[in-house]
């Protein structure tokens, strides 16, 4: 897992609900809304994104078993507020992507330094 457990949880404590707050109106930033699996709870997870050709790109800094992207994966949709827009996604994607293609240099230089490599693709439904 690139980003460890112990920061995962002071992030879900402490920056999330910070981050939230302006997440949705920031560049390379978006809110996801999930649905949990088990409970059926909603959720709002401030997360990295970016807009590609037929879609958008997620940069999975907590890797592939973060429970937001479990979520998305069982449900096959979600829901983000980007740039101040709201856009319903579907057809979630993994995959893995050591070049970090397609990214911008700097997200390249912070992803690499964080050992990400695993994406996910979604397009607009």
Known sequence: MPIG???ARFNHYVTNPVTRRFAGR????????????????A??????VFRRQGGYVFALTYGSSALWVRNVLAAGECEIETRG????????RLRVDPGLAGMPAFVR???RR???SEFLEMTPS
Request: charged share 15%.
């Open 5 to 7: 457990r112990s920061i």
């Open 26 to 41: 920031l560049p390379g930033f978006a809110i996801v809304s999930h649905v949990g699996r088990r409970t059926g709870t």
């Open 43 to 48: 959720y709002r997870t401030p997360v990295n």
């Open 85 to 92: 827009r709201h856009v319903h996604l579907g057809s979630p």
């Open 109 to 111: 230089f912070v992803l």
């Open 114 to 116: 964080n050992g990400v």
